[in-house]
């Protein structure tokens, strides 16, 4: 599977772990998407016809984005919104604050590289605290069958604040303000090197080998998902993205970060893995003791 998804990070990132690259495409989606549920809310309006940033009502917003007016969940939301607006850092960044920042959102080019920026300043600790309300957002709220849809990026912005508990609410918003005042600091970001990446490569793959306890049937039922995406069922995208994402979740730091740095960023995972930056030629599979095998041409 890692060679596989190597060899597509040549033209995108979000090949190389079926995932990663939602840490920065969903970001922020929750909150700005509505309940998709049209059995409750059968005439709400889309989302650009409302600004969930408070608008000239908040408590109209939160009545449209299925948050009870005075819950503790709408607290919440309230103080994020104050916290954005007074923080001078988010101003410097974001100047229009947040009706800026609404656009920046619904705009996917604008969000994606806003997010980008700001996770990879994060601390490690930050990243990884990330990447597990992610994954508990997955496992909570996602079916088996992905909402029939192999596409995992609509599959989880299905997912909405409303949906969230307090707890998980307060703990997304308070880390997306972490991404947005990372992302005006304007730090050094810090890529691995090629040998770190091809390292951290084989961690991923053993850690992928403990998720689905060596199973043979899971581990080719893995391996044919990688070689052949595009004829894979909304069960199989499911599937993968929460053993790869659990599997990331298990390595050690700083093997994570290797991991998670490039496809952040956005950069190409491939020149990493290879000299030439090109062909990775050789990549160890998650599979059959996780041994050294040549690169599918």
């Known amino acids: 599977m890692i060679r596989w998804y190597l060899r597509a990070a040549q033209s995108n990132a979000r090949r190389l772990s079926g995932a990663l690259a939602l840490l920065c495409s969903l970001t922020a989606g929750a909150a700005i998407h509505q309940n998709p549920d049209s059995s409750l809310r059968e005439n709400a309006p889309s989302v650009s016809s409302s600004a969930w940033f408070g608008g000239p009502d908040l408590s109209d917003a939160l009545d449209q984005f299925g948050i009870a007016r005075g819950s503790t969940k709408a607290g919440i939301v309230a103080s994020w919104l104050k916290k954005i607006e007074q923080d001078p850092a988010v101003a410097q960044r974001i100047p229009g604050g947040v009706r800026e920042l609404e656009q920046m959102f619904l705009d996917e080019g604008k969000r994606e590289a806003l997010m980008s920026s700001g996770l990879a300043r994060l601390t490690p600790a930050d ?21 029939g849809l192999v596409d995992i990026n609509e ?35 810090r890529l691995p090197t090629r040998q770190q990446y091809s390292e951290a490569v084989e961690v991923l793959s053993s850690k992928i080998v403990i998720e689905l306890d060596a199973d043979p049937v899971n581990l080719d039922r893995y391996q044919s998902y990688s070689a052949h995406p595009e004829s894979s069922t909304p069960s199989d995208v499911c599937w993968t993205t929460r053993v790869t994402l659990h ?14 740095m490039p496809a952040i960023m956005n950069s190409d995972a491939a020149s990493l893995a290879s000299p030439d930056g090109t062909n990775p030629a050789m990549t160890p599979l998650p599979w059959r003791g996780g041994r050294v095998e040549p690169a599918m041409p």
Do not use: W
């Open 155 to 189: 599959v989880m912005n299905r997912i909405t604040l409303a949906q969230m508990s307090d707890a998980d609410a307060e703990l997304y918003l308070r880390l997306i303000y972490k991404v947005l005042v990372s992302s005006a600091s304007g730090g050094p970001v």
């Open 247 to 260: 599997a990331i979740e298990r390595m050690p730091e700083p093997e994570r970060d290797f991991i998670l």
């Open 127 to 147: 990243r990884l605290t990330y990447l597990q309300l992610f994954t508990h957002l997955l496992d909570e709220f996602v079916p088996v069958n992905c909402f």
